[in-house]
T-cell receptor, first 114, second 112 residues
Framework: AQTVTQSQPEMSVQEAETVTLSCTYD???????LFWYKQPPSRQMILVIR??????QNATENRFSVNFQKAAKSFSLKISDSQLGDTAMYFC???????????FGKGITLSVRP | DTEVTQTPKHLVMGMTNKKSLKCEQH?????MYWYKQKAKKPPELMFV???????INESVPSRFSPECPNSSLLNLHLHALQPEDSALYLC???????????FGPGTRLTVT
């Protein structure tokens, strides 16, 4: 079975600064996908970024980028130039290649301070 | 456009009521999902539909009954719920079952 661990329950960052959210996972699969989802206070789950395990290049989406370390089974999210609208709960998630089930971490609450 | 819509936004129901939640997408996605989420917790998968057929049922109590009448629509029929079923119910869709999922805004359900 796959597990996803987000060990930091809360983080805080000053507006315009950079913050990194940690995620580790455990799997014996070679083909899988990793995701970061954002859930602001409105509770709409928003896909932030996706990474395919077979791709060595780290995914980026504007101010969001990941550091994917396959051997270490680590998948951290870096948010650059933090904005107030980034305040949300962030979930790291794993999906096995041939399976539709998302395994979520417990989430981390990020607060961006003005 | 990556929009999944859900109605109603809020629902309060008694334990003897029958109600339904509705989810709709027009992105041509053929995989649709129901999740239950408690506050400050990750979503828990309930059901997965692939090409309008139920492919995963995560041992959900029979008081929850999913239905996928067509490729754009997903319903969740509720009957004889318990107060512990109060939660945010999220619908999601994906192009296919192993693609990224896009979530709707959810229905906040309160069972009294």
């Amino acid at each position: 079975a796959q597990t996803v661990t987000q060990s930091q329950p809360e983080m805080s960052v000053q507006e315009a600064e950079t913050v990194t959210l940690s995620c580790t996972y455990d799997t014996s699969e070679s083909n899988y996908y990793l995701f970061w989802y954002k859930q602001p206070p409105s509770r709409q789950m928003i896909l932030v970024i996706r990474q395919e395990a077979y791709k060595q290049q780290n995914a980026t989406e504007n101010r969001f980028s990941v550091n994917f370390q396959k051997a270490a089974k680590s998948f951290s999210l870096k948010i650059s130039d933090s904005q107030l609208g980034d305040t949300a709960m962030y979930f790291c998630a794993f999906m096995k290649g041939a399976n539709s089930k998302l395994t979520f971490g417990k989430g981390i609450t990020l607060s961006v301070r003005p | 456009d990556t929009e999944v819509t859900q109605t109603p936004k809020h629902l309060v129901m008694g334990m003897t009521n029958k109600k339904s939640l509705k989810c709709e997408q027009h992105m041509g996605h053929r995989a649709m999902y129901w999740y239950k989420q408690k506050a400050k917790k990750p979503p828990e998968l309930m059901f997965v539909y692939s090409y309008e057929k139920l492919s995963i049922n995560e041992s959900v109590p029979s008081r929850f009954s999913p239905e996928c009448p067509n490729s754009s629509l997903l319903n969740l029929h509720l009957h004889a719920l318990q107060p512990e079923d109060s939660a945010l119910y999220l619908c999601a869709s994906a192009y296919r079952v192993n693609w990224e999922q896009y979530f709707g805004p959810g229905t906040r359900l309160t069972v009294t």
